[in-house]
């Protein structure tokens, strides 16, 4: 056997695997940098969020990207007002004087027509002085933000890294870190506004945001794919053996990607779900899937390459199953929807101390199949059911356990 031959076999088998090998390093690297105490939850216009504009604008610097921020910087800046959540209790800062807040935007130059904007949130809670927490103490402790969104941040970073040596070339590239999103997706709101000068047209956006808590079951939730018919085909025909994909048609969601959606673009949402540690404290580097990170990053490129010969994807309207105008709810469960989950009705991922559902005896894992004299069968109808219910009501629930249906009793 060829020596030389043999260096080349084994160039080529092993460069799939050392590409793995650096993936998993770097989303490793940045995760542990972006969720560290020092950073303090990297709250929205906190020093923290300043720690965490540095280093990615310095990742992007060093991977030759051009900057499309203010005065030739990767930052865009752009002001910000608390308006304080009437549901928190928590809120110590009542704080509405004008702030400042930063974006990053850099710029992947193919001299292509369009462009396909990679975006992800790096705010997060800090220690939740405005709100938002799901922590029970009265202590203020570091909302680390790890998988919330340390790990759509470094997901960015790396599919800017592994898309400028990509074949793809007929979109250019923006890949965008937005501020202010735990406060109301104030910097995407900015950005759609004031999109960097000297940008190609946009074609599609997609939109990561905690994508690091891949479960066993590979369950990914993937939203906006009624936005063009582009996606409805590519995700039909794209197999995928990591994930078990949970898609929903809506353009409007819980992220920044919705910004997008608003202005006519079409928007890809992808999510692992959520977890007992959401917006907690606890939501560390630790407890994150790397390599389920990665195997999201690379369908993501897989979505890219396949999209790049379709030229400017055309946009659809959709209806917004998850809007924020679905009714106006009087009373609460306490539950935390398993958002990934593909059966009917609404599986339990999570419930709260001392809430309807928990008095009810209502358990983790449990599936919701009927509230009082409504069906329940997904999310829109969940919703429904709560929304005719007012305080006080007693109501029978059905949920699924272990194969069998349990009739429970639910007082709001
Ligand atoms: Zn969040």
């Known amino acids: 056997m060829n020596r030389l031959l043999l260096a080349c076999i084994i160039t080529i088998s092993f460069q799939p695997l050392f590409a793995q090998s650096l993936l998993l390093t770097q989303l490793k690297q940045h995760i542990t940098y972006l969720a560290a105490d020092e950073l303090e939850g990297r709250q929205t216009g906190s020093k923290g969020e300043r720690l965490a504009y540095e280093y990615i604008s310095k990742y992007y610097q060093q ?20 308006k304080a959540n009437p549901h928190d209790t928590i809120v110590v800062i009542k704080d509405t004087s004008a702030k400042t807040a930063h974006n990053i935007a850099a710029y992947l130059d193919n001299g292509a027509a369009t462009t396909v904007v990679i975006g992800a949130h790096y705010d997060h809670l800090g220690y939740a002085e405005y709100g938002n927490s799901l922590y029970a103490g009265t202590e203020h402790l570091i909302h680390n933000g790890a998988d919330d969104n340390a790990s759509g941040t470094a997901a960015v970073l790396e599919l800017a890294r592994i898309l400028k040596s990509s074949t793809a070339k007929k979109n250019n590239y923006l890949f965008v870190n937005f501020s202010g999103e735990e406060l109301g997706l104030y910097g995407s709101k900015y950005f759609v506004e004031h999109l960097p000068i000297g940008i190609a047209p946009i074609n599609y956006m997609l939109n990561l945001d905690m994508v690091g808590r891949l479960r066993n079951d590979g369950g990914l939730a ?41 202005k006519n673009y079409p928007v890809l949402f992808f999510f692992t779900g959520t977890h007992s540690d959401y917006h907690k404290p606890s939501d560390d580097v630790e407890k994150i899937n790397f390599q389920g990170e990665a195997n999201v990053i690379n369908y993501l490129v897989t979505i890219v390459d396949s999209l790049d010969n379709k030229g400017k994807l055309v946009f659809t309207k959709t209806k917004n199953e998850d809007n924020k105008e679905t009714p106006k709810f009087k009373v609460t469960l306490g539950i935390m929807p398993d958002y990934v989950y593909n059966g009917t009705g609404i599986k339990i991922d999570g419930v709260s101390d001392g809430k309807p559902a928990a008095k009810a005896g209502m358990q983790t894992g449990d599936v919701i199949i009927a509230l009082g004299k409504m069906k329940v069968t997904d999310m829109q109808s969940y919703m429904t059911a709560l929304a005719a219910h007012k305080k006080g009501d007693s109501v029978k629930a059905k949920v699924m356990r272990d194969g069998k249906v349990k009739k429970l009793n639910v007082t709001f």
């Not at 991977?63 to 608390?82: H, R, S, W």
């Not at 995700?235 to 990607?257: C, Y």
């Open 63 to 82: 991977l030759g990207l051009k900057p499309v921020g203010d005065n030739g910087t990767y930052i865009q800046a752009f002001p910000f007002t608390i």
């Open 222 to 262: 993937l939203g906006g794919v009624g936005t063009s018919p582009s996606f409805t085909s590519l995700l039909n025909h794209l197999a995928s053996d990591s994930f078990a994909v949970k898609k929903t048609e809506s353009g409007v969601g819980p992220s920044d990607h919705t910004s997008f959606y608003l």
